[in-house]
C-alpha cells in the first residue's frame, strides 16, 4: 500500500461511483476507488470510455480448471476472447516428483498453470517456487498490462510482488468458513482487500458481508448459460440414469460439508417410492457416512455438458444444503440453471437462494424432511406449467454469464485506463 503524507490527505478520492446491479437496483458506493490513495477520481472520470486496454489476465485459483465447472470457468473463457488468460492453480504434490516443475496447457487462449512440487517441499520453499514459476511465465509469455484477479486471497503469499494494471478480489465463497481452511486465511484476505481496486462477490450475503471492508465493492450474483440448459428440454435421458425409476428428484454439485446428509437420508426414508438422483464429486468428507438407501442413485461427476441431459429427466430439482458455517454465505450456480431448465426448483433456506428466488416464488423454501416432503409434492405441479415457466424466462431473461463479463471488463478497463492517466 502507498503511504498517504498529510499533504496528499486532501487529495484522498471521495467520489461517488453509481453501480447497477440487477438484484439491488441502483446503488452508491462512496470512497477511494482502489489503491489510487494520492488521487481524486470523480464519476466522470471512471465512466470515461478506456483508451488504453488490458492485453492479460493473471488468475489465481483454489480450484482446479477441470474440476466442477463453475463461476471460475465462466468468467475466464469468456476473458479469453479478449484477453490472454493465464490460470494458475495450486501446487500438486507427489512423493513421485523429484523436482520442481509445472505444467502448462493452452486452452483457446487460456493458459493452464500447475505447479508440480516434491511432497518434501516445506511450507516456505513452496511459496518460493511457486514465486519462481510466476515470474517464469511473465517472462516466458512477454506478460505486460495484466490483471491479477484472485479468487483465493492465499496466493497473495507468492504474488504480493506483482505490478498488475488492475487488481480483482472475486470473492465466490466465504473461504475460512470452509473444512480445512488455512489458519492464516483472514490475515492473507485482510491484505487482499487492501491491494484490490475492485472486490466482486458471487452474491448479495458476501455483498453485504465485504461492503464495509472495501470503498469498491460490486456484488454479481451466479449467472447462467440460458441457451446450454435449454438442452434439457430435448435432451435424450442418459442411459444410468433412464433406468431408474420415476419420480425423480436430483442434486449436482459438490458433495462436501455443504450438503445435508441427514436430510437427503430422513426424504429417502419417508418417501421409499421416491427415487433421488445425486450427482457429482464426493470431497473433505468421507464417502462411507452417505445414506445407501436403495432409492438414492450416487451416479459421479458428469461434465458441465452432460448436465443438461440429466437435469431433463428430473421432476424436481434439489438444493440439498445443511445448515452450517460453510453455507452462511453461498449462491448457488445451479439455483437458475435448475429454472433455466424449466424444472421445479425445493431448497433448503439459503440466504441467496430465498432473496430474490423464494421471494418471487421461483423455488420452494423448506427446512425439515416433512417440509421438504410437502414442497416436493408442490412443485410437481410446475413442471407443465406454462405460466410458470412463462414466469421463470421473464425472470431470467436478463441474466447471463456473458452480460455479467460485459459488465465485470468494462469496469477493469475503464479503472485500468483512469489509473494510468493519473499516474501520467
Known sequence: MKTVSKDQSSLLASTVVQITDPLQGTTSIQGNIGNMSDTQLTEKDIDTPAEISVQNLICFSHLRWDFVFQRPQHLMTRAARQW???????????????????????????????????????HTE????????????????????????????????????????????????????????????LEWEQQLLQKADIVYTGGLSLYEAKRDRHPFVRAFPSSIDKDHFAKAHRAVEPADQATI??????????????????????????????????????????????????????????????????LGGWDVALLLFARNESTRFISPTKTPEYLAAHRPVVSTPITDVIRPYGEVGLVHIAESAEEFEQAIEKALDEGGNTQ????????????????????????????????????A
Not at 459438490?254 to 450438503?259: A, C, L, P
Not at 479503472?415 to 493519473?422: C, D, F, N, Q, V
Request: glycine content about 2%; overall charge negative; some cysteine.
Open 126 to 185: 513452496a511459496r518460493q517456487e511457486q514465486e519462481n514459476i510466476l515470474k517464469t511465465l511473465i517472462e516466458k509469455y512477454r506478460i505486460e498490462d495484466y490483471v491479477a484477479w484472485y479468487y483465493t486471497p492465499m496466493a497473495l503469499a507468492f504474488s504480493h510482488n506483482l505490478t498488475p494494471k488492475v487488481t480483482i478480489y472475486d470473492c465466490m465463497d466465504e473461504l475460512s468458513a470452509f473444512k480445512g481452511a488455512p489458519s492464516e486465511l
Open 388 to 423: 410458470w415457466q412463462q414466469r421463470v424466462d421473464e425472470f431470467l431473461a436478463n441474466n447471463s454469464w456473458d452480460y455479467t463479463w460485459q459488465q465485470m471488463q468494462q469496469l477493469i478497463t475503464k479503472l485500468a485506463e483512469t489509473k494510468t492517466r493519473h499516474m
Open 245 to 310: 425409476e420415476a419420480p425423480k428428484f436430483g442434486f449436482y454439485g459438490v458433495i462436501d460439508e455443504r450438503f445435508d446428509i441427514d436430510l437427503l437420508r430422513d426424504l429417502a426414508e419417508r418417501r421409499p417410492d421416491w427415487h433421488f438422483i445425486i450427482i457429482g464429486p464426493i470431497v473433505k468428507i468421507d464417502p462411507d457416512t452417505l445414506p445407501q438407501n436403495p432409492n438414492i442413485h450416487y451416479l459421479g461427476m458428469k461434465s458441465y455438458e452432460q448436465l443438461p441431459a440429466y
Open 84 to 122: 490472454r488468460v493465464f490460470f494458475v492453480e495450486e501446487p500438486v504434490f507427489s512423493d513421485t516428483q523429484e523436482i520442481v516443475s509445472f505444467n502448462e496447457r493452452n486452452e483457446n487462449n487460456l493458459w493452464v498453470i500447475t505447479p508440480q512440487f516434491p511432497a518434501t517441499l516445506s
